[in-house]
Nanobody, 115 residues
């Protein structure tokens, strides 16, 4: 079992920055990939960025150059640094952990970007 807790969401003006955190506990040694997803009202949940156990990262085209995913192994935490935020980035952001035979979700953190 893997337990994920997101934090760092809030209200920010367009052009501002936020850093989201995803703290993992439990069988963290079994995690292969950690990803951030987001879901805006009335829309599907989409992947934003991911990082593998080897440290390889990927990001959606819509956030490339603005969002950066990173991790601190000592703290068992994955971060999503979000810069140059736009109103269309408003969503609930979820952390997801993928193991060899299962996946886990956090409860999400709300990011609201005002224009």
């Amino acid at each position: 079992q893997v337990h994920l807790v997101e934090s760092g969401g809030g209200l920010v003006q367009a052009g501002g920055s936020l850093r989201l955190s995803c703290a993992a506990s439990g069988s963290i040694f079994s995690i292969n990939v950690v990803a951030w997803y987001r879901q805006a009202p009335g829309k599907e949940r989409d992947i934003v960025a991911s990082i593998t156990s080897a440290g390889d990262t990927n990001a959606a085209d819509s956030v490339k150059g603005r969002f950066t995913i990173s991790r601190d192994n000592a703290k068992n935490t994955v971060y999503l640094q979000m810069n140059s935020l736009k109103p269309e980035d408003t969503a609930v952001y979820y952390c997801n952990a993928l193991t060899q035979d299962n996946y886990y979700w956090g409860k999400g953190t709300l990011v609201t970007v005002s224009s």
